[in-house]
């Protein structure tokens, strides 16, 4: 009777090599997939949790920040520290705001807060917070006019609005570019379900990288805001 050896005895190596060649090349595959699985994971983490890229496509915060500069948006620190007066804050459009929206995200400022009484006068704006008097804030941001003075902040709505009274969880927001920003003047308060988060810093371009900071309005905290 004729002895055939089996592969693993043979004194030919080939099909062993092949085998192990084999077993390297899948286990290089599944290195790669778990790389990859797992950056997309931290990728989602970061992204709806922590931080998010925002490209800035719309001229409504100039001089503040320009149209096809780079922020990031922070969404960690407003879950423990929530918003504030004077925030740069990215939102999903509301409905009323039209077609103009386009499904882009707006980039606004927090000027109202809930419980808040927004009113337009002589093209300054008050604030009147629950209980207490109309307060006129300073406006530093504001886009200038060629004179040196701020532009004026009037009503923008076809009924040429200018009070409104802010509900619970929501926000009055306005771009610094007051002459060009459709704005809560136009749709009304925004709800808080919203907002994706607090412009924190420009990364681009490099000349203007930077923190974007929080304005102070004294004559508000004066009224213990």
């Known amino acids: 009777m004729t002895y055939i050896p089996d592969d693993s005895e043979s004194s030919g190596a080939p099909a062993t090599s092949e085998r ?27 992204h709806n949790f922590v931080a998010q890229p925002f490209e800035v496509q719309q001229s409504s915060m100039f ?8 922020i990031l948006i922070d969404k960690l620190t407003t879950r423990f520290d929530g918003y504030h007066y004077g925030d740069v804050v990215v939102f999903d459009p509301p409905t ?3 077609p103009a929206g386009d499904g882009i995200p707006f980039i606004k400022r927090i000027i109202g807060m809930p419980g808040d009484t927004i009113t337009l006068e002589n093209g300054r704006v008050f604030i009147t917070q629950p209980g207490g008097n109309p307060i006129r804030i300073e406006e ?7 004179d040196g003075s701020s532009a004026a902040t009037i009503p923008a709505d076809a009924t040429g609005t200018f009070e409104w009274e802010v509900p619970d969880e929501s926000f009055f927001v306005m771009g610094d570019n007051r002459p060009d920003s459709q704005d809560s003047r136009a749709f009304g308060p925004i709800s808080e379900e919203l907002v994706l988060g607090r412009a924190w810093l420009r990364y681009f371009p490099l000349e203007r990288i930077g923190i974007l900071s929080r304005p102070s309005y004294p004559s508000l905290l004066a009224e213990g805001s």
């Open 96 to 98: 009323s705001s039209g």
């Open 20 to 46: 192990a060649g084999s077993r390297r090349a899948l286990g290089c595959a599944f290195e790669v997939v778990e790389t990859l699985v797992l950056t997309l994971l931290i990728y989602l983490v970061i």
């Open 63 to 70: 001089p503040t920040i320009v149209n096809g500069e780079y």
């Open 140 to 146: 530093p941001y504001v886009r200038r006019q060629d």
